[in-house]
């Protein structure tokens, strides 16, 4: 019986990924005539569900196609994404980038969205606990749909679902990369359920804190999801991975066992309308997004560490 279903199993991903290749060699002929292209066109596709969100992963998003857009004539870019108004109006979406980032799309008719039904299993929401492993399962259900709807050439994660590269690499054979803004695990996680910390309470709760079996449980399952996170990363998988800072570097590194590339994000200054003889004020802005994960505490306490070593007339 066991015999039987691993035959059963292993046919049915040859007919898949079979399957998928077929589908791909049409999708290119059929894209080389809509496009009026000699040749077959390549196809890049990126998963970035949330591309019209406007944040600075977006930024980043935007950049980069827009750059590829002009080094390659004969690239075609899609995007997955569920997100009703790159669906239903591109050039909505394409209007919101020049507003939001000042960056014009040249050719937004080698831009299109791939719809993705099952965006909702990406959602951390949807899993009130075991959080990034529901994640991660759900990128690898949501990596299916992409496989069927539009196999690729080359495939980049944007958004740091790595989970998904391995389908891609191994069952069509796309050249794979990923763009990382932050680790989805490190050893600084693990590191802080094991001292019982309190910093980050938001994804370390005091019922764990206070339980030293659950405490225990808990490095385990960090420990083991970071094993299998490092490997979907890794060169086995991933062909090229850049990153936005040397913090992210250094925990990749130890996680993919490869060195990335360091590609710090496009961060636009407008700095023409300001008046630098104007005598400046003492004033400290500190600008981000309210997030638990951010942590705005930290400033807090470096502001504070600041007055009471140095003194506010020092400072000033």
């Avoid at 913090?247 to 996680?255: D, K, P």
Wanted: net charge positive; aromatic share 16%; hydrophobic share 40%.
């Amino acid at each position: 019986m066991l015999a039987f279903a691993v035959i059963f199993i292993w046919t049915f991903c040859f007919i898949f990924v079979i399957a998928l290749l077929i589908r791909r060699q049409v999708l290119r002929k059929q894209l080389a005539e809509k496009y009026k292209f000699l040749r077959p066109p390549t196809i890049l596709a990126f998963f970035h569900p949330y591309c019209n969100s406007g944040g600075g992963g977006e930024r980043v998003l935007w950049t980069g196609i827009n750059c590829l857009l002009r080094t390659y004539p004969s690239l075609l870019i899609f995007i997955y994404t569920n997100d009703p108004s790159c669906l239903d109006s591109p050039n909505r979406v394409f209007r919101r980038v020049r507003e939001t980032f000042d960056i014009s799309i040249g050719d937004t008719k080698r831009v299109n969205f791939v719809r993705l039904r099952s965006e909702p299993l990406l959602r951390a929401s949807l899993y009130s606990f075991l959080t990034l492993a529901g994640q991660a399962f759900g990128s690898i259900v949501a990596t299916f749909e992409c496989l069927v709807r539009l196999p690729p050439d080359f495939y980049i994660d944007s958004t740091g679902f790595s989970f998904t590269i391995p389908l891609f690499s191994w069952f069509i054979g796309a050249r794979c990369g990923a763009y990382i803004h932050f680790p989805t695990i490190s050893a600084d996680m693990v590191n802080r359920v094991v001292q019982h910390s309190t910093a980050t309470s938001y994804n370390n709760s005091s019922r764990i804190r206070t339980s030293q079996f659950l405490t225990t449980l808990k490095q385990l399952y960090y420990i083991f999801f970071m094993g299998i996170y490092g490997w979907t990363g890794s060169s086995v998988n991933c062909h090229a991975v850049a990153v936005n800072s040397t913090w992210t570097r250094r925990h990749i590194e130890s996680l993919f066992g490869s060195r990335p590339l360091l590609l710090y994000p496009p961060c636009p200054c407008l700095v023409n309308g300001i008046d630098v003889s104007e005598k400046r004020k003492p004033w400290i802005i500190s600008i981000g997004q309210f997030r638990p994960e951010k942590n705005h505490l930290v400033s807090h306490v470096l502001l504070l560490y600041c007055f009471t070593s140095y003194g506010s007339s020092t400072l000033w």
